[in-house]
């Protein structure tokens, strides 16, 4: 295994969050390589496996980035960060992405780990298809309704009165037959299964929800001025996500290191569920390779958004939301 540049750095911030440091797994830091510092969406899961994973095997380091990976949460606002220029680049979904550049952030995606949304719909097993939903209830995240909320309310029939708040924890499912909820691909289901519990997993991006899933998004000052860093980053990545699918090893001991709570099983689980998706290898992917972006599925991502009214088209416009130019330069195939 190459040598890890860099000890991981928590850096502080302007929000209400400690300062945390984690162990190093390196020698000294190398003045030749260019700090670059990325924050997730989440706690270190399998999720995020290709970013640990070209952590692990030195593949930032090769492409001359000392990369500074941080883990999202409920308490860090990586949008805010990033606009406050304490991140490169961050993990945004596609409709985060136009609500934030509508909102004057200079944020600009380009590229995605992911060819649809991982988000799911977890029903109990007497529900056949997600119309059969209407008039139950339906626990959601307070981010579902500027996401995919309003597409599925246009979809399935559903309405605002059916919506609860998801508190990110399954006993309320366990405990009312009626009940569904959000998940993730690989969280919730798990939680489920581990609970023997009655359930079936309907899966929105592969419904039709049309946006990526844990897309990378960049500073329009690091794209314009250093555009040769996001190159490196982007490809380097999706390196790191081809061998993480592979062989993910040395990704999840980092994965670990940094979140003690995800369990051996459930990254088996994950990483089984990465798999036989396709959801980073299949799709377009299988011809543009891994990350690819294309214009049609932006194109329906900004056309269902404004169908939904999630954006405002005064105060943005589809071309400076997203760029193909560094994903589609040197593709890292499946």
Same mark, same amino acid.
Request: charged letters at 25%; zero cysteines.
């Given at each position: 295994m190459k040598t890890i540049p860099t =000890?991981?750095?928590w850096l502080s911030c302007c929000i209400a969050a400690p300062v945390l440091t984690i162990s190093t797994y390196a020698n000294a830091q190398s003045d030749s390589l260019t700090p670059f510092t990325f924050i997730t969406n989440w706690y270190a899961q399998a999720e995020h496996g290709g970013f640990y994973q070209a952590m692990a095997e030195?593949?930032? /380091?090769? =492409?001359?980035?000392d990369v500074n990976l941080r883990m999202g949460g409920p308490q860090v606002n990586a949008v805010q960060l990033l606009g406050a220029g304490r991140a490169e680049c961050i993990i945004r979904d596609d409709v985060g992405t136009m609500l934030a550049r509508s909102q004057g952030i200079p944020i600009t995606m380009v590229a995605s780990s992911f060819q649809f949304d991982p988000i799911v719909i977890i029903t109990h097993s007497d529900i056949n298809t997600l119309s059969d939903l209407k008039g139950r209830t339906v626990l959601i995240s307070s981010s579902a309704h500027s996401s995919w909320w309003p597409w599925a309310k246009s979809q399935y029939g559903f309405t605002d009165d059916m919506s609860r708040p998801y508190t990110f924890n399954i006993q309320p499912f366990m405990a009312d037959t009626s009940l569904a909820q959000q998940g993730y691909m690989s969280s919730e289901p798990f939680a489920m299964m581990q609970a023997d519990a009655d359930y079936k997993v309907f899966s929105l991006g592969q419904e039709g929800y049309p946006p990526y899933g844990n897309s990378i998004a960049c500073h329009d000052d690091v794209i314009n001025e250093h555009p040769e860093q996001v190159y490196a980053?982007?490809? /380097?990545?999706?390196?790191?996500? =081809?061998?993480y699918l592979s062989d993910p090893a040395t990704g999840n001991r980092l994965i670990q290191a940094e979140n003690p709570n995800m369990s051996d099983e459930q990254l088996a689980y994950a990483l089984n569920q990465l798999r036989s998706s396709g959801i980073s290898t299949g799709g377009d992917a299988q011809t543009g390779g891994i990350g690819i972006i294309t214009d049609d599925r932006m194109q329906a991502t900004w056309q269902m958004a404004v169908d939904n009214e999630l954006i405002d088209t005064n105060n943005v416009s589809l071309p400076k939301v997203y760029t193909t130019e560094f994903i589609t330069k040197n593709p890292v195939m499946p």
């Open positions: =000890k991981y750095r030195g593949l930032y /380091a090769d =492409k001359g980035l980053f982007v490809e /380097a990545t999706m390196q790191g996500w =081809k061998s």
